[in-house]
């Protein structure tokens, strides 16, 4: 059944959609929840059990107070459909999931009465994220290159089946204590292959690492080139120990996104290689056109500089120290963390634009 073109959570798992399979489909009971991992702005994140095979899984699950509206149920919905689609090496593995009628404490509701919350069950991964670890400065550039090209061949992938991730940031990249790196939270991830679930002019995404596109709201063209400037971002980050656009507010950092070049690489570290520093600046092109071409051709060019590093094994013994010693000290899942710009404040921005658009237009006819 579906409601306004919109799959209600009671049919998502048993819909004839091509890309949801039986097997997909998931009980909450055959997961034992265990310790809170984190809470975000739509899903509670647990570590959990999976009961029929044993293995150490994370299971989000959908908040009870946006469990009825709607639209986020829908991106609930996608997201896990995108999830279903991918699988590699680099990207959170996905375990099939369902839903759930819960009570008001949060206990499971006797005959199908209460709210009925969405979950998924997902990779969980021991070990923290990019974000954490950049709080203790920058990282030697081969560790860099290292990270940027397992990131490039997630990217691939998943733009390889039509994925446009749209939030690429340090913080949805984990990294295991023996720093193998896993993109996760496709949450407003784009999938050209299906309707579009964004109103156009519509700003998602974290203001740090947007691309110009995406500050504009032209949904016409996002596309890999929007995660290629995001990833110019985060490299660019990981080199010198900052983004490259910094201010008090994300109405600046989004004028500089817009209209600001970035202060070169290699004035701010002339040790840098100079293809490394040339690559990281063509994805931070304003115009997507004017970006690499996919994240293949940012890999090719990161891998042949990953094969010409000098003491390798020193540089990476000293980065998993580091892993552990950060990860130890912090939160060990980071999964649930609030994002970087909420629906709550993009609702405000929006009517922000279309109260001084109003003005304007108001000021000119009264002129």
């Given at each position: ?105 949060g206990a499971t509701a006797a005959g199908g009465h ?254």
């Amino acid at each position: 059944m579906q409601v306004d073109g919109v799959w209600t959570p009671r049919q998502l798992c048993i819909s004839s959609n091509r890309h949801t399979t039986m097997h997909l489909q998931r009980k909450l009971d055959d997961f034992k929840l265990g310790e809170l991992l984190g809470t975000g702005t739509v899903g509670t994140v647990y570590a959990a059990e999976d009961r029929t095979t044993g293995q150490e899984v994370a299971v989000k699950i959908l908040l009870p107070e946006v469990s009825l509206d709607r639209n986020i149920v829908a991106r609930f919905e996608r997201e896990m459909l995108i999830l279903s689609k991918l699988s590699h090496p680099n990207i959170i593995r996905y375990y099939g999931g369902g839903g759930h009628d819960f009570d008001r404490q949060g206990a499971t509701a006797a005959g199908g009465h209460g709210v009925h919350r969405l979950f998924y069950a997902m990779e969980l991964v021991h070990g923290g994220s990019l974000k954490q670890v950049l709080t203790s400065g920058k990282l030697p550039w081969q560790q860099a290159v290292r990270y940027g090209i397992k990131v490039c061949s997630a990217l691939q992938h998943a733009h390889n089946y039509g994925i446009v991730h749209r939030d690429l940031k340090p913080g949805n990249l984990y990294l295991t204590y023996n720093g193998e790196l896993k993109l996760g939270d496709f949450g407003i991830a784009l999938d050209t292959g299906e309707a579009s679930l964004t109103a156009t002019g519509l700003i998602v995404g974290s203001y740090l690492y947007m691309a110009p596109e995406q500050i504009r709201g032209e949904t016409g063209r996002i596309g890999n080139q929007t995660d290629l400037y995001a990833l110019g971002c985060i490299l660019y980050e990981m080199l010198v120990g900052r983004p490259p656009f910094q201010g008090a507010t994300f109405a600046q950092i989004f004028d500089q996104h817009l209209k600001d070049d970035p202060v070169p690489l290699v004035e701010l570290d002339p040790s840098l290689p100079k293809s490394l520093c040339d690559i990281v600046m063509q994805c931070l092109a304003k115009n997507p056109y004017q970006r690499p071409l996919n994240a293949r051709h940012v890999q090719g060019v990161l891998s042949e500089l990953d094969v010409s590093w000098d003491r390798e094994d020193e540089i990476y013994r000293a980065e998993l120290s580091r892993l552990r010693k950060i990860f130890d000290a912090g939160v060990i899942y980071d999964q649930g963390a609030l994002p970087e710009v909420s629906w709550a404040r993009l609702g405000m921005l929006a009517g922000m634009v279309v109260v001084i658009c109003l003005l304007f237009w108001l000021f000119a006819n009264l002129s």
